[in-house]
């Protein structure tokens, strides 16, 4: 399973785009990218998969560059609402169960 | 939309007995999970099934646990003898296909308090 890499924490203010960036340097070729979302005392909740350059979807648009080491998730003009934990994941092809290892996120704040 | 539903949404149990909880995953999804998140730690994964057996299963999910699906629409986590430990989250989840690895949608949780 690749390892990926992102901020513990990161604070911004409404209205503004916020890019929370993962590093997965030992990325599978056939391994996806996906970006969770979750609130406190809720499950995780699915906000985009992508595996090459962009991806975009009501939610966010998600990043990948060329060699795939690194993604990034934008969420444009956020709010109060999108405080939450974010969870970079590089998904598993190709094994008979395929189980999320979340790692301990980005806690992104927003601030009025 | 279509969502994964879990029962009950808080449990109270005393140490040594023994709970259910209950999910109803998304109708024509055939992969399912259990994973569960101790109060500010991470999500962990507990098992994963298909095809009515388990696929694969953490070191967390021992001898106490048990996983069943009972009929066409309920998937159970049992619990045999709860310790003071297994007071969490316990998040159920579904995923439709194999090659969408990654792709799963999350139940609201149960959270589970051992006294």
């Known amino acids: 399973l690749a390892k990926t890499t992102q901020p513990i924490s990161m604070d911004s203010y409404e209205g503004q785009e916020v890019n929370i960036t993962c590093s997965h340097n030992?990325?599978?070729?056939?391994?996806?990218i996906t970006w969770y979302q979750q609130f406190p005392s809720q499950g995780p909740r699915f906000i985009i998969q992508?595996?090459?350059t962009k991806v975009t979807n009501e939610v966010a648009s998600l990043f990948i560059p060329a060699d795939r080491k690194s993604s990034t998730l934008s969420l444009p003009r956020v709010s109060l609402s999108d405080t939450a934990v974010y969870y970079c994941?590089?998904?598993?092809?190709?094994?008979?169960?395929?189980?999320?290892?979340f790692g301990s996120g980005t806690r992104l704040s927003i601030r009025p | 939309e279509p969502e994964v539903t879990q029962t009950p949404s808080h449990q109270v149990t005393q140490m040594g007995q023994e709970v259910i909880l209950r999910c109803v995953p998304i109708?024509?999804?055939?992969?399912f999970y259990w994973y569960r998140q101790i109060l500010g730690q991470k999500v962990e994964f507990l098992v994963s099934?298909?095809?009515?057996?388990?696929?694969?299963k953490s070191e967390i999910f021992d001898d106490q646990f048990s996983v069943e699906r009972p009929d066409g629409s309920n998937f159970t986590l049992k619990i045999r003898s709860t310790k003071l430990e297994d007071s969490a989250m316990y998040f159920c989840?579904?995923?439709?296909?194999?090659?969408?690895?990654?792709?799963?949608?999350f139940g609201p949780g149960t959270r589970l308090l051992v006294l």
């Open positions: 992508g595996y090459k």
């Open positions: 109708s024509n999804h055939l992969y």
């Open positions: 030992n990325i599978a070729t056939n391994d996806y």
């Open positions: 099934f298909y095809n009515n057996e388990i696929s694969e």
């Open positions: 989840a579904s995923s439709e296909a194999r090659d969408r690895q990654g792709l799963q949608y």
């Open positions: 994941l590089v998904a598993l092809r190709g094994s008979s169960a395929s189980k999320i290892i």
